[in-house]
């Protein structure tokens, strides 16, 4: 299955500890180039999700958003440090006899930094599950980049068939043609009055007809139309292969126009030209 380097993907997760949401986007690019946006606490995540995108892709240019929400609500019950607390509270007795008994504000104790605990999100289990949801992201961004990839299959596979619908127009033609451009010749020296050889005149119409001749630049864009289906058809990353294509039916095409002397035949080279064209701007989102 052909895959394009353009789509994009969105999950959101919810736990105890809040929710977050993934967002996985991409674009063509030549190679494969990760790009990441995550929260500080979630930095050391970025090793392995680089990893999962490279066993997965091989081109494009991924950009990995995750926006995470803390439930502020998701802290365990206050603890209190006993220890710190009755430390707190000899130097407080100390000092309050040397101040004339002032009164202690039991608040203020528990107001010192370390005193009153909250209990921490097991962030190992947050990052589990932002993982499990991460990967169900990566999938639906395959998904969208193979259905992505189908109409781009589709649409070269409509150009393939206008190819082969002009190539089999020139040559229905070409005998018409060279037979036109026979008689034209043998008229332009009867408008002359000049007397040819007709032995001698014939070799020269057998000389005009090899370098009009198309037929090798027909069969190779027959062949070329042939190799790019069976591109398509075995799938996986095949985008540059299916750009080097586009330059061998760009030969053909060049060839074809160079040795056109009829209009039909230039129409034909031309609209090839803009099919090659077309293909070739949807072969540059193909992986």
């Known amino acids: 299955m052909i895959h394009s380097m353009t789509a994009f993907a969105r999950i959101e997760v919810k736990g105890d500890w ?8 991409s674009v063509n690019q030549r190679f494969l180039e990760t790009y990441f946006r995550l929260p500080e606490q979630f930095r050391s995540l970025e090793a392995v999700l680089r990893e999962r995108f490279r066993k997965q892709l091989n081109r494009g240019k991924v950009e990995c958003n995750l926006r995470f929400n803390a439930n502020p609500d998701s802290k365990g019950q206050l603890s209190l440090n006993k220890n710190l607390a009755e430390q707190l509270m000899q130097h407080a007795n100390t000092i309050s006899t040397q101040t004339n008994n002032a009164i202690i504000n039991p608040i203020d104790i528990l107001r010192w930094p370390g005193v ?12 589990t599950e932002l993982l499990v949801a991460f990967d169900q992201a990566l999938k639906d961004f395959i998904n969208a980049r193979t259905s992505e990839g189908e109409n781009l299959s589709a649409m070269i596979e409509q ?12 040559k229905t033609q070409m ?4 037979e036109w451009q026979r008689n034209r010749i043998k008229d332009k020296f009867n408008d002359a009055n000049i007397e040819l050889d ?14 009009m001749d198309v037929e090798e630049e027909l069969d190779r864009l027959g062949s070329h139309v042939s190799e790019t289906r069976k591109i398509l058809k075995k799938g996986g990353a095949q985008g540059r292969r299916l750009d080097f294509m586009m330059q061998e039916f760009n030969r053909e095409a060049n060839t074809l126009g160079s040795k056109s002397i009829n209009t039909d035949i230039t129409a034909s080279a031309v609209e090839l030209k803009v099919l090659i064209e077309q293909m070739r701007e949807q072969i540059a989102n193909i992986e």
Do not use: C, Y
């Open 198 to 211: 007709s032995t001698r005149v014939e070799q020269e119409l057998v000389l005009l007809a090899q370098k």
């Open 175 to 178: 005998p018409t043609i060279i």
């Open 159 to 170: 150009r393939l068939d206008g190819i082969i619908v002009e190539a089999k127009k020139v």
């Open 18 to 25: 809040g929710n977050a949401i993934w967002e996985i986007r």
């Open 116 to 127: 009153m605990e909250a209990e921490e999100t097991d962030m190992n289990t947050v990052q």
